[in-house]
């Protein structure tokens, strides 16, 4: 059984930081791409940052410079350095992976339960 598991979510004043991290786990033979996405009160899942497995990495231009995400390919880990917060990144974020369990043959998307983050003015 394949899972993601956030962590890190929580109450900051607007300006503070915030580190997510996410954590694969499971029979597990190949993870690809992972995302990190928002979703804010009242509004749709957005993408927040995306990185390949070889470590390409791709930002929302209302992130960028702010967030930083990195992967651990040997932890099976990916994280969402939050700086410079504002109330408008409060949302629950989840984490988002292609992974090939093993005895699947092919990608399979799995999605975390999501750690709320609350941006406080």
């Known amino acids: 059984q394949v899972q993601l598991v956030e962590s890190g979510g929580g109450l900051v004043q607007a300006g503070g930081s915030l580190r997510l991290s996410c954590a694969a786990s499971?029979?597990?033979?190949?993870?690809?791409?992972m995302t990190w996405y928002q979703q804010a009160p009242g509004k749709q899942r957005e993408l927040v940052a995306t990185?390949?497995?070889?470590?390409?990495?791709n930002y929302a231009d209302s992130v960028k410079g702010r967030f930083t995400i990195a992967r651990n390919n040997a932890e099976r880990t990916v994280s969402l350095q939050m700086n410079s917060l504002k109330r408008e990144d409060t949302g629950v974020y989840y984490c988002?992976?292609?992974?090939?369990?093993?005895?699947?043959?092919?990608?399979?998307?799995?999605w975390g339960q999501g750690t709320q983050v609350t941006v406080s003015s």
């Open positions: 988002n992976a292609d992974i090939v369990p093993t005895r699947v043959i092919g990608w399979v998307n799995y």
């Open positions: 499971g029979s597990i033979r190949s993870i690809g791409t």
């Open positions: 990185i390949t497995n070889n470590g390409s990495t």
